[in-house]
């Protein structure tokens, strides 16, 4: 039997399936599909504006690096005229993150934008092994997200940017949706599917990837043969998201629209005027000027508990008088209130900058050095492509790195459907139509 055409340009061999349609392509009509989606979502939802100074938030894992390819790709195919560079947080998670940021490094060369790497050791004064040393690993995700998400702010405005462009996708969404119904947090869902946040603060985060598939993302990364980050973060078994993902997963696995239908529904939300009253106003932290919903922003609230050798106060107060001023680091306590970048220290794994040279560099922030891309740097595939597929996140902006598309494109290659688990089920996404199997060179 001939072997089943694209379904779009009728003429190449159909490789995959898309997870998303259901539909049977070939892979560049895939890579033109998915990109020419991403590129529908930023106009129709009017994302950024010309000239305007993009952070793309990256990690090095496999959404943050498809989505600075893509970004790259669309600026220049369209003319949007951004200007994007690389935005990267040192949790301090070793044998993680300062393995992750080498990736981060090399994809500064690869994509010809500049990287910004700012640490919680110099933010806050702690690191995140610290912070797991003092509090174990029950509410280390709470600590990291909040510390992230400012973090990403504090970097964001210090480099002059106007928007933060995360990697979060349908997945990621679909998941904050059910979590907020199973929480009963009825305001914020009308608010967690939105694709543009924080539009009420001086720097909106958008979500490119909100309706794209996270399967999708992994089989560009496969198939664009892409350099990223696949480790685990150490801390990522004890995140309290699983349960969520896997819910999401057997719902796709199901029926393959049930994402999309989850992340509509939440967008049709219509909430009476008592509810949306319950909505927490936006205001400035008394202690660190950061927007707040309470007056002492939640990063203060666990740096005080910290610093005062008791974690746990960060994790069950949240309002009230709190004793003591906590707040971040000395070293950056006045300057980040004054969004002046010249006691600033950003660093890397092995890169240490004077506080003094920092002041005289472009926005503050000092560009930092990455030894060339070699071959040999890149994974040969697909071992390269051993990144999660249902990966857990903590609080938005947090995206530890899993390895359960092993499973996903192991199974495919070896012909296993539906398996146990929710990524082996997943096994159809990649298709070797006609009794064959996928291969890196398939076409």
């Known amino acids: 039997m001939a ?7 009728q003429s190449s061999k159909a490789m995959l399936k898309r997870p998303k349609t259901q539909e049977q392509v070939c892979r560049e009509c895939f890579f033109a599909l998915f990109e020419e989606e991403v590129h529908e979502t930023v106009v129709q939802t009017k994302l950024f504006k010309h000239g305007e100074r993009v952070a793309i938030a990256a990690s090095g894992g496999k959404d943050s690096t498809v989505l600075a390819h893509i970004m790259t790709t669309l600026n220049a195919r369209y003319g949007y005229g951004l200007d994007l560079f690389l935005l990267s947080i040192d949790e301090g998670i070793a044998g993680y993150r300062d393995d992750s940021l080498e990736t981060v490094k090399r994809n500064e060369l690869q994509y010809g934008i500049p990287l910004k790497v ?3 050791k110099d933010l806050y004064g702690w690191t995140m092994d610290e912070i797991v040393a003092q509090i174990g690993t029950k509410n280390n995700c709470t600590f990291c997200g909040v510390f992230r998400r400012q973090a990403l702010d504090r970097g964001a405005v210090l480099a002059g940017a106007n928007k933060i462009a995360t990697g979060h996708n349908a997945d990621d969404v679909a998941e904050t949706v059910l979590l907020n119904i199973l929480r009963g947090d009825v305001p914020r869902l009308g608010r967690c599917a939105n694709i543009i946040t924080g539009e009420d603060s001086s720097l909106p985060r958008v979500k490119p990837f909100k309706y794209a598939y996270e399967k999708e993302i992994v089989l560009y990364a496969y198939y664009k043969k892409l350099d990223y980050f696949s480790t685990e973060c150490v801390y990522a078994p ?10 999401i997963k057997d719902l796709e696995a199901a029926r393959p629209m049930a994402i999309i239908d989850v992340i509509r529904s939440a967008e049709d939300f219509i909430f009476t005027t008592a509810s949306e009253d319950k909505l927490p106003q936006p205001r400035t932290c008394e202690r660190c000027s950061y927007i707040s919903s309470q007056p002492v922003c939640k990063a203060c609230v666990l740096l005080e508990g910290l610093n005062r050798g008791l974690p746990r106060l960060g994790v069950s107060r949240t309002r009230g008088r709190r004793g003591e001023k906590a707040g971040l680091h000395p070293d950056v306590e006045r300057i980040v209130t004054t969004q002046a970048a010249s006691a600033v220290r950003w660093t890397a794994p092995g890169v240490s900058v004077d506080k003094e040279a920092v002041g005289s560099s472009s926005h503050g922030i000092v560009e930092l050095a990455a030894a060339p891309v070699s071959s040999s ?8 492509v051993a990144s999660c597929i249902a990966q857990p996140k903590g609080e938005e902006g947090c995206a530890p790195e899993g390895a359960s598309a092993t499973a996903l494109l192991q199974e495919a290659h070896t012909g296993q459907g539906q398996g146990g688990s929710a990524a082996a089920r997943a096994g159809d996404t990649v298709l070797g139509l006609e009794g064959g199997h996928v291969n890196g060179s398939g076409g």
């Open 377 to 384: 740097s890149v994974e040969p595939l697909p071992a390269v």
């Open 3 to 9: 072997p089943r055409l694209c379904i779009k340009c």
């Open 238 to 247: 004890f995140a309290a998201r699983g349960f969520a993902r896997e819910f």
């Open 118 to 120: 700012v640490s919680y």
